[in-house]
């Protein structure tokens, strides 16, 4: 205890200029120290970071639910296409993020596709992001399928403020019902 006493007289006798020097050479120091001891920790911490679990998504938990906001409005066949025409309705005060083309299945007795092209009415890409309170509307464009029956899903769906909460929308449906002439909004 007297060693520090007479450390800190011997100081307070050194000239203003001194000091100063010795006070910012001593926080130079100990910032020094301090960085030095969170670059290690940091670098710790990374290391035993396991990359497999950082988006750990297991997709047989995903919750499949009936169509709350997808809605199917009317199929068009052709020589060589099947045309989906479907709408998004997001009544929520959130930003839904939709499927991509790649998260879309139409799954038959025997087989299952991705739609070649995910477009609006008005032709062009449609969008990923669907704004609160609004409706958005589309067509899915898939290779000609065969039967009367298909199952639609739309994988991957979630809110922006909870992106962790990832769920699924499935839709039935009865090609022959929707084949027949029905209005469309543009």
């Given amino acids: 205890m007297n060693s520090i006493a007479n450390l800190i007289a011997k100081i307070q006798q050194k000239p203003y200029k001194v000091r100063m020097r010795m006070l910012w050479g001593a926080t130079a120091a100990v910032a020094l120290i301090l960085m030095v001891i969170w670059f290690f920790s940091v670098k710790k911490a990374v290391t035993n970071i396991d990359s497999q679990d950082l988006l750990n998504i297991n997709r047989n938990e995903i919750p499949v639910q009936e169509a709350k906001y997808v809605k199917v409005e009317r199929i068009e066949e052709s020589n060589n296409s099947l045309k989906i025409f479907f709408s998004v309705n997001n009544p929520e005060t959130d930003i ?8 879309v299945e139409l799954t038959t007795n025997k087989l299952t596709l991705n739609p070649v092209q995910i477009q609006d009415r008005q032709n062009k890409m449609f969008v990923q ?51 027949m002439k029905q209005e469309l909004r543009k």
């Fill in 96 to 103: 839904l993020s939709f499927s991509s083309s790649t998260e």
């Fill in 129 to 179: 992001k669907i704004l609160s309170k609004t409706e958005n509307f589309g067509i899915l464009v898939f290779s000609k399928v065969d039967s009367d029956s298909i199952k639609l899903v739309f994988k991957d769906l979630y809110f922006e403020s909870r992106p962790d909460k990832i769920f699924s929308e499935s839709i039935s449906l009865n090609v022959d019902e929707l084949k």
